[in-house]
Each structure stands twice: as structure tokens, then as C-alpha cells.
């Protein structure tokens, strides 16, 4: 009977330092995603890369197809957004975060970009995951 009293109080222990990590991770990972609103939205480009795996591995998936590589989707993003009327103001709309693995989540959403050369507006999916300890996205499929 202790035995099992035992195992129900660990198992309940363990769920709810489960559910507390998410929760954190969760956060850590919005909190990414505001500093990625805040740096466009001053058509700060390469700071709203900082969110991104600085990796050739990076995979960017948009309208053009695959890009990889993060200097590649840098240098995609400068050519479609050179300056502040293109890229605008920056506004994400989370629909859900879900975990995949240990470290590693999907972002499922939507994007907002109020700009004077007009409006544009997306879905995106984006799969983060914790390398060195900082949450990066390393793969985007926007359209």
C-alpha cells in the first residue's frame, strides 16, 4: 500500500514539473517571438534573425520555394523588405504552441504586417528548439 501511495504522490510530482517547464518554454518562446515584432517593425532585419538557428541547416520555406541557411534567408529578407514602408509593422497572432520533443515546439499562427506600400498578411508554421539553452527557430514555412 506504500509502494503505491508512493508511486500516485511521484507521478504527480514528476506531471506537474512537466506542465511547469512547458509553461516556461512556452514563454521563453513568446518572449522570442515580441523581440522579432519589436526589431522588424524598425526594419531591423538581422535583429529579428537573432530568432533564428545562425546555421546553415536553417530551412526558410516561402513563396520562392526552400531557402537554407540562415545568411541566405538574411539576404531574402533585405531584398524583399529594403526599407521601412516595405517591411511595415510586424504584429503575430499565435493560434497554438505544441511541443514535438524534448526542446523543440511548433509554432502555428498568423502574421500581420501594416505597411504603407500596403498590407500583408500570412499564416506561418515555425519549429523552435532550445540549442546552447536559447530558444532559435530552425525551420519556418510561411506563406
Known amino acids: 500500500m506504500k509502494i503505491t501511495y508512493f508511486i500516485i504522490i511521484s507521478f504527480f510530482f514528476i506531471s506537474c514539473a512537466v506542465q511547469k517547464s512547458a509553461t516556461a518554454d512556452k514563454a521563453s518562446i513568446l518572449k522570442v517571438m515580441k523581440e522579432q515584432e519589436k526589431a522588424?517593425?524598425?526594419?531591423?532585419?538581422?535583429?529579428f534573425m537573432q530568432g533564428y538557428w545562425k546555421s546553415d541547416s536553417l530551412k526558410f520555406y516561402g513563396s520562392n520555394g526552400l531557402t537554407k541557411g540562415w545568411q541566405q534567408t538574411l539576404d531574402n529578407y533585405k531584398k524583399s523588405y529594403p526599407t521601412k514602408d516595405h517591411s511595415g509593422t510586424l504584429t503575430f497572432e499565435?493560434?497554438?504552441?505544441?511541443p514535438i520533443e524534448t526542446n523543440s515546439y511548433w509554432v502555428m499562427g498568423r502574421y500581420f504586417l501594416k505597411r504603407k506600400v500596403g498590407d500583408a498578411n500570412g499564416n506561418?508554421?515555425?519549429i523552435f528548439k532550445k540549442i546552447d539553452g536559447?530558444?532559435?527557430?530552425?525551420?519556418?514555412?510561411?506563406?
Open 40 to 47: 522588424w517593425s524598425q526594419n531591423d532585419l538581422e535583429g
Open 94 to 98: 499565435i493560434d497554438d504552441i505544441s
Open 124 to 126: 506561418f508554421l515555425i
Open 134 to 143: 536559447a530558444w532559435k527557430i530552425v525551420a519556418d514555412m510561411s506563406s
